[in-house]
């Protein structure tokens, strides 16, 4: 698992990288605010029901701030995702830093 900060996530955004989008929070924070391409698989699901993601493409994983996303990563490189990014700092610092107009909770 490599980090990515919310500077890098929008600069990958911003240059139409290809790259997959993973949200392991619970569909009412999912709710609040997202990312518009994001796949949401809440983290106590993740395991059991996984998405379907290609693993030849990288994945970044968010949440609220960057601590359960390190679990997600770790899930997804046991079932042999091997370019796994975990968003430093969650949607709430990429909301503070990167996309300030991106609603926070």
């Known amino acids: 698992m490599k980090q990515l900060s919310p500077d890098e996530l929008k600069q990958w955004m911003d240059s139409k ?4 989008l993973l949200d392991v929070r ?3 924070e999912y709710d609040i605010v997202r990312f518009e391409q994001a796949i949401l698989r809440p983290l106590g699901f993740l395991q059991i029901n ?3 993601l290609d693993k030849e ?3 970044v994983v968010c ?3 960057g601590v359960r996303s390190i679990s997600g990563c770790l899930i997804l ?3 042999g995702f091997k370019n796994v990014y975990n968003l430093s700092g969650g949607i709430d610092l990429y909301a503070q830093t990167a996309d300030t107009s991106m609603p926070t909770y």
């Open 63 to 65: 949440c609220h701030h």
């Open 26 to 28: 619970e569909r009412w």
């Open 50 to 52: 996984p998405p379907e």
């Open 77 to 79: 490189e046991q079932l």
């Open 57 to 59: 493409k990288p994945v």
């Open 17 to 20: 990288k290809t790259f997959q």
